[in-house]
T-cell receptor, first 112, second 116 residues
Framework: SQQGEEDPQALSIQEGENATMNCSYK?????LQWYRQNSGRGLVHLIL?????REKHSGRLRVTLDTSKKSSSLLITASRAADTASYFC????????????FGKGTMLLVSP | DTAVSQTPKYLVTQMGNDKSIKCEQN?????MYWYKQDSKKFLKIMFS???????INETVPNRFSPKSPDKAHLNLHINSLELGDSAVYFC???????????????FGPGTRLTVL
């Protein structure tokens, strides 16, 4: 069954506001990754957080991971119009052969 | 230089035809993937190759046949195209221990396939 589920499906905010997206998954993982996809383009890796980590930062991005709740959040601070994109979480299992399992994504619209 | 490249970017063809999509990565990675993204943007793994060997085949019809002539290339050939094959196909690469997804993946720009 599908591993990651993002929430909300769509988010519309103004420039300068913060955007928070959530991801829930079902089984134990090795790591969770967040990717961005601009319209008509490929996916771009944003952050990878491993199962023994709780929080990671990269520029205006902050990712948290709660393995007890099997959930993660991506916070984009001081959003810009250029942040408009779809954001996907993807999980990697800890055992056996494994590839990334993607959620359905959150579509973020940042208005000027 | 583009890290992961795919050709063609767009592919429009008739049902029943056979077509190929090519992928090349210049990152020196040992693992390559094919994903299918449907009209609802759901991204699903199709194949995973490690050092030219097929590692994962996720219940993809055997009309789809990947070929990896070397570590830097992973091509996808599709026979007898069907309407339901219309989607965007993404190639990706990573440096992962065989059969794992422990590291980030780098994606190509995608090939939009439309079957009429």
């Amino acid at each position: 069954s599908q591993q990651g589920e993002e929430d909300p499906q769509a988010l519309s905010i103004q420039e300068g506001e913060n955007a928070t997206m959530n991801c829930s998954y079902k089984t134990s993982i090795n790591n969770l990754q967040w990717y961005r996809q601009n319209s008509g383009r490929g996916l771009v890796h944003l952050i990878l957080i491993r199962s023994n980590e709780r929080e990671k930062h990269s520029g205006r991005l902050r990712v948290t991971l709660d393995t007890s709740k099997k959930s993660s959040s991506l916070l984009i601070t001081a959003s810009r119009a250029a942040d408009t994109a779809s954001y996907f979480c993807a999980t990697a299992l800890n055992s056996g052969y494994s590839t990334l399992t993607f959620g359905k994504g959150t579509m973020l619209l940042v208005s000027p | 230089d583009t890290a992961v490249s795919q050709t063609p970017k767009y592919l429009v063809t008739q049902m029943g035809n056979d077509k190929s999509i090519k992928c090349e990565q210049n990152l020196g990675h040992d693992t390559m993937y094919w994903y299918k993204q449907d009209s609802k943007k759901f991204l699903k793994i199709m194949f995973s190759y490690n050092n030219k060997e097929l590692i994962i085949n996720e219940t993809v019809p055997n009309r789809f046949s990947p070929k990896s002539p070397d570590k830097a290339h992973l091509n996808l050939h599709i026979n007898s195209l069907e309407l339901g094959d219309s989607a965007v196909y993404f190639c990706a690469s990573s440096q992962n221990p065989s059969g794992t997804a422990y590291n980030e993946q780098f994606f190509g720009p995608g090939t939009r396939l439309t079957v009429l």
